[in-house]
């Protein structure tokens, strides 16, 4: 079977991040990238084919299977009318990462798509750790399957059946690594002003964030039962869960942050 080449439009962090992952994976499509820099593209695979415009690209004559834009979506509606030729000419698999990006303005931007789907990835897919959502409208089977061995590559893999639910699902998980490293890095400031006796207190923090994780993937608990593993009646970490979840207090402030950024996600693709 002929190799599928996927045509990554952006590179800056996600479409980087998803470069990285796509390339150390040793994926079976082949890849061809516009973005304005090369060096963006150099820096993660020098061999990969790049192109500043979408009018280069064309000329070079190269023919894509898939696309997938990963610009900000403030940029998208400027750019996207460059590459209604390309799209009418090779008829390709359209996808965005478009945080807010609704497949119904996709195709109303870019009328001459016929099949597009929607990809929502984290940042831990440069190291095949990541999570990716996806949703796509009457996918036939064999598109379903394309989608879904690009994306395989990089992590764990979901199908959103409704896209009404695309925007939540992006609070949790793609915004999600910068929320645990938002914890992670509060935690560390409130080390600080204890007196811990250490001069790395970053060290610790970063340790303890990848061994918790470590052993969550090594133990088939739910994380209920691992954190009452720490636990011990009348012992310091139940005294301390008790303040942080006193009357649901986290709970509360993290079920606001995921409505917050689930919002937003509303808001950015209503502009
Ligand atoms: N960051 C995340 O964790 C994350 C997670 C999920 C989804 N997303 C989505 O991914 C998209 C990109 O976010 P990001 O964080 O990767 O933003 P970013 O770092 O600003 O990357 C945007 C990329 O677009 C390039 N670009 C600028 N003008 C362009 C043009 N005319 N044609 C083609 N490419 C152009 C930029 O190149 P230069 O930098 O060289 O100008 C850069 O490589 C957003 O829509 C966001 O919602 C992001």
Known sequence: MRQKTLLLIGCGEMG??????????????????????????????????????????????????????????QLFQQIAPAYRTLIEKHNPIVGSI??????????????????????????????????????????SDSNRTLIETLFKALGLVVWIKDESCFNDFTALSGCGPGIVYA???????????????????????????????????????????LAAQVAVPGGMTEQAIHTLQHNHALTTLLSGTLAAASHHGEKLGKK
């Open 16 to 73: 980087g991040n998803l470069l990285k992952g796509w390339v150390t994976a040793s994926s079976s499509f082949s890849f061809h990238v516009i973005t304005p820099h090369q060096t963006s593209v150099t820096k993660i695979a020098p061999h990969i084919p790049w192109f500043p415009t979408p009018e280069a690209y064309q000329a070079a004559g190269l023919c894509p299977d898939m696309m997938l834009f990963a610009v900000r979506p």
């Open 98 to 139: 478009i945080a807010g990006l609704a497949t119904k303005a996709l195709q109303e931007t870019l009328p001459e798509i016929h099949t597009c789907f929607r990809a929502m990835p984290n940042l831990p897919v440069a190291t095949h750790e990541g999570v990716v959502g996806l949703m796509g409208q009457h996918l």
């Open 183 to 225: 914890f992670f890095s509060a935690l560390l400031e409130a080390a600080k002003t204890l007196n811990t006796g250490i001069e790395d207190a970053e060290a610790v923090v970063k340790q303890l964030l990848q061994g918790s994780a470590a052993y969550v993937a090594s133990h088939e608990q739910p994380f209920e039962t």
